[in-house]
């Protein structure tokens, strides 16, 4: 993942040329874009089975959604792309890039492996100053998740943290758990 700073009003416009001359995934974090290259197999996999597993389980109204972005609310520069996001299902008929962070059930990121403390920590402020509901992070170096919740004053009030193979219990609307076993791990770094 690499981070580069740029004129403010110009960020929108880098980024889109960075993902179009590049294929690089691009977000912008606190006025940062950020890149990371397409997520490999394990990263994907991971994506595939939760959203297998949550979309059956969703009420009607809400859907599992890859390739969706979010906005800042108040800052017409800062986007992020969740590996995963709970949207309402009217989401499919919008013509809008960016969805409100509000109406998002609940955000999913999967940690790269190359992804530092501090990027996941910045990241992590950011969807909560953004106002996301919930944020669920997995991380397959070391097989443990962490649900964030109740985003306040740009951070979140309640971190719950568990291993794969552990549920992970999930806030109203979603489904009461989510099962984390058979989560695929990354290979040791070496």
């Known amino acids: 993942m690499t981070a580069i700073t740029v004129r403010p009003g ?3 416009d880098a980024a889109e040329e960075i993902e179009q001359s590049t294929g690089l995934r691009v977000q912008i974090i ?3 874009l950020v890149m990371s290259p397409t997520p490999r197999g394990k990263h994907a996999g991971t994506v595939r089975r939760l959203r297998i597993r ?3 389980r969703l009420p009607a109204d809400l859907g599992a959604y890859e390739v969706s972005s979010v906005y800042m609310p108040g800052n017409d520069e800062d986007y992020a792309t969740p590996d995963l996001i709970v949207l309402p299902v009217d989401w499919e008929n ?3 890039w960016l969805a409100d962070p509000h109406e998002a059930a609940l955000v999913v990121e999967v940690i790269s492996n190359s992804e530092g403390v501090k990027a996941v920590a910045t990241k992590t402020d950011w969807y909560a100053s953004a106002g996301a509901p919930a944020l669920l992070a997995l991380d397959p170096r ?3 998740w962490t ?3 109740h985003p306040r004053d740009g951070a979140y009030q309640g971190v719950l943290h568990g291993k794969y193979g ?3 219990p999930l806030p109203s609307p979603l489904p009461a758990e989510l ?3 058979g989560l695929p791990l990354y290979a040791p770094r070496g």
Do not use: A, I, K, Q
């Open 30 to 32: 606190g006025g940062t």
């Open 147 to 149: 649900l964030h919740t």
């Open 179 to 181: 099962d984390t076993s």
């Open 94 to 96: 919008d013509d809008r």
């Open 166 to 168: 552990e549920p992970v």
């Open 142 to 144: 070391n097989g443990t």
């Open 54 to 56: 949550l979309d059956p």
């Open 10 to 12: 110009r960020l929108r």
